[in-house]
């Protein structure tokens, strides 16, 4: 595709809380996939749409048949600005450039464009829609939990994916979940809220296809430094991508860095390389996003101006 340069003014800076999560569950990869049944692309359906490594939210299965997602039982905060990044504001406005790019499209993952996948989608309690993928509070509870197998240490977290019932009710949703075992390859556990737009939630368990879309109208992407982050250590979260991110790269200055991808969806640097650089942020199908002029503002969404192509 053509790449693009743009010079934009940068957005405000909304900031947020460190919301508060109950220690998770860290799992590794399973040994399989959830098993492709066709590859044909669905059309894309519109949807609306900090803690340490130690104590990562996941999906917990529950004591009943259907495997339960548990939030945190004190809930998360909600976002708030705060005194330091409106001190900041004013030094980092009109200095975030953007750019758009494209490459040799990076390995997919367990999750491929143009496939089907089966299962079965079970309901958990969401919350106000935080998860282990650390996006904090969702702006709708259209959103679940994918089994840890094809969470894949987190790298579904943000896809959007179509489910689809036996019944011929479907529901978009957008993966801010782990859910571990007894969740098998394939599975979904669905907040209840989404779980409802297919069936009674007295159903449990229901049978599922399911594909990985790339929705409309979902606004722009942003990125967050977490906390702790500072030119000597740094995690960094995209926000907000249409597509999976498949690959996150920091300039050191003589090149680009591949960060390593954690478990909980944060992209680590742990010598401080390109900590406060520029950012380049790849999706599965080879688009490149670059990011510059964003500083180093622990746990601050800051907005960019660019976000991946529909697909």
């Known amino acids: ?6 010079a934009v003014a940068a957005a405000g800076v909304l900031a947020y809380l460190s919301t508060a999560l109950l220690p998770g569950h860290k799992v590794d990869a399973g040994p399989a996939a959830a098993t492709p049944l066709v590859t044909s692309q669905p059309k894309a359906a519109d949807t609306a749409g900090t ?3 130690s104590a990562t939210p996941s999906a917990t299965p529950s004591p009943s048949s259907s495997p339960s997602s548990s939030p945190s039982a004190s809930g998360s905060a909600s976002p708030k600005a705060t005194a330091s990044a409106k001190a900041t504001k004013s030094s980092s406005e009109g200095t975030q450039k953007t750019s758009r790019g494209s490459t040799t499209p990076p390995s997919a993952g367990r999750i491929r464009p143009n496939t089907s996948y089966k299962g079965v989608a079970t309901a958990y309690e969401a919350g106000v829609g935080d998860g282990a993928c650390l996006f904090g509070p969702s702006p709708d509870m259209m959103i679940a939990a994918m089994n840890t197998t094809d969470y894949e240490t987190s790298r579904a977290c943000g896809a959007y994916v179509l489910v689809r019932a036996a019944n011929g009710k479907s529901i978009t949703v957008r993966i801010t979940n782990e859910c571990p075992l007894p969740c098998a390859p394939g599975q979904i556990d669905l907040s209840q809220q989404a779980f409802a737009k297919l069936a009674d939630l007295k159903v449990g ?3 599922i296809t399911w594909s ?3 929705p409309s109208s979902i606004g722009t992407m942003s990125i967050r430094y977490k906390t702790g982050s500072s030119a000597y250590w740094c995690g960094i979260q995209a926000i907000g991508h249409r597509n999976p991110v498949a690959r996150l790269e920091v300039s050191t200055g003589s090149g680009w860095r ?3 991808r954690t478990s909980y969806n944060y992209f680590i640097s742990d010598n401080g390389s390109g900590c406060g650089k520029a950012i380049r942020v790849t999706d599965i199908y080879g688009e490149q996003l670059t990011i510059s002029g964003l500083a180093v503002l622990p746990n601050v969404v800051q907005p960019t101006r660019v976000q991946f192509s529909r697909h």
């Open 1 to 6: 595709m053509l790449g693009t340069t743009v």
């Open 51 to 53: 803690a340490s490594p």
């Open 205 to 207: 368990r229901l049978s």
């Open 212 to 214: 990985l879309v790339s």
């Open 258 to 260: 591949s960060l390593p």
